[in-house]
């Protein structure tokens, strides 16, 4: 009873965990549950009510179980047996022991009804005694949840841009390329200043990301944890990483204004070249960035940038957080982005568009397989390649560590 029982609580935390990992994933990204992950919690919540009622109704059964053993306890008493002498007894010979079957149920007799400890430890050197060594065959061995999963789930850099819906597999995206014009009036009645619109279309193209598995009804009907639990959830990390790693890698190629920094690298360079790429994106497009793109290594040399008296030049760069805003720029720090990128530019010239159908299903009883699938629909589009800007030599950290070599002013 208790094995079936530990049966169904592990499989209702299994559930429970599959709806828990739904509902969060759609808070990370910061939106609403879509109506594929509405029919999985749907049917994964039908499947728990239904676990519920089964594990208190045998939860009842154990306690009526357990309680009609403690009444039984309590009417017949275990005689304590107190032992001495040597710690290994000698090997017990039936036939010395009981000559005749006489001799057995007397000794039965003593010690049942008489409670003769001499009697009672007679029959237990007698008792064959049964240890989990003696049956590892039955023994079950357990599975301790949650599975250990290594993959990124989340998208950092595609939840710093803008994010809109995916019209169509291939679309344009009008772009004003001249404006109208306002000037001063030269004199009354003299003419004022006139300049046509033009607006051109930047052409978009998605991409799309798709996999599948078929797993059999043998490994749906029979796994704990459930396996497609781990599957739907498994499919929706990849496939939120391998966008994010299409994102990022496509942003890293459309930049192509650079401010490099020359060796050694100090603060004093690293303020200046950060100032000079920011002068770059405003002369271009007109608005100030707002962001720096890091890689992890990147990330690693910023936090270890000292002033001149000894401080770290961005002291929120801790580790174990990548959070902070060096000289006011939002940091996005993503392992998708390629070795030594360092970028400075307006998040809102950056755009990704998307269209996700989700987890996909059908049965096929012929093999008795299940046929499982995730799909998206993708496209990254720089809107103006003008507004961001690449820091080149940031990724080496200087060369000796004195402060002549890794200072700030000096």
């Not at 939120?240 to 790693?245: E, Q, V």
């Amino acid at each position: 009873m208790g094995r079936y029982l530990d049966r169904l609580n592990e499989e209702f935390d299994t559930v429970t965990e599959g709806i828990t990992v739904i509902v969060d994933r759609a808070a990370d990204e910061n939106r609403d549950v879509n109506d594929e992950e509405n029919a999985i919690i749907e049917r994964e919540e039908t499947r728990r009510s239904e676990l519920q009622k089964a594990i208190e109704h045998y939860s009842g059964i154990e306690q009526r179980s357990g309680k009609v053993a403690e009444l039984r306890g309590r009417v017949m008493s275990v005689p304590t047996v107190k032992r001495s002498g040597p710690d290994k007894a000698p090997e017990f010979n039936w036939s010395d022991e009981f000559p005749t079957v006489g001799d057995y149920a007397i000794t039965v007799h003593r010690a049942m009804v008489d409670k003769d400890p001499a009697a009672v430890e007679k029959l237990e050197r007698a008792t064959a005694h049964q240890t989990l060594a003696d049956n590892p065959g039955i023994i079950p061995k357990p599975v301790m949840g949650p599975v250990i999963d290594t993959i990124r789930t989340n998208r950092p850099f595609i939840q710093s841009i803008v994010n809109r819906p995916l019209p169509a597999g291939k679309f344009d995206r009008p772009r004003v390329t001249q404006h109208v014009a306002v000037d001063i009036q030269a004199s009354e009645k003299a003419l004022t200043a006139s300049q046509k619109m033009l607006i051109d279309s930047l052409p978009v193209t998605a991409a799309t990301f798709a996999g599948h598995l078929n797993i059999s009804r043998q490994d749906v009907k029979w796994t704990s944890p459930s396996i497609l639990s781990l599957v739907y959830s498994d499919f929706a990390n990849v496939y939120a990483g391998t966008t994010d790693n299409y994102a990022a890698e496509a942003f890293a190629a459309s930049v192509t204004a650079t401010q490099p920094i020359t060796a050694p690298l100090d603060g004093a360079k690293l303020y200046a070249a950060i100032y000079d790429a920011a002068a770059g994106v405003l002369g271009a497009v007109n608005g100030l960035p707002d962001t720096l793109w890091v890689s992890p290594d990147v990330w690693g040399t910023l936090g270890g940038i000292f002033t001149g008296n000894g401080t770290p030049l961005f002291s929120q760069l801790q580790p174990g957080s990548t959070a902070g805003n060096p000289m006011g720029l939002r940091l996005v720090v993503d392992a998708n982005f390629p070795a030594a990128t360092a970028i400075v530019g307006a998040s809102s010239f950056a755009e990704w568009f998307e269209d996700v159908d989700g987890l996909m299903q059908v049965g096929e009883p012929d093999v008795l397989g299940q046929l499982v699938g995730y799909a998206g629909y993708g496209a990254f589009l720089n809107t103006e390649p003008g507004a961001f800007s690449k820091l080149t030599g940031v990724a080496s950290m200087a060369e000796g560590s004195g402060d002549d070599t890794n200072a700030f002013g000096r």
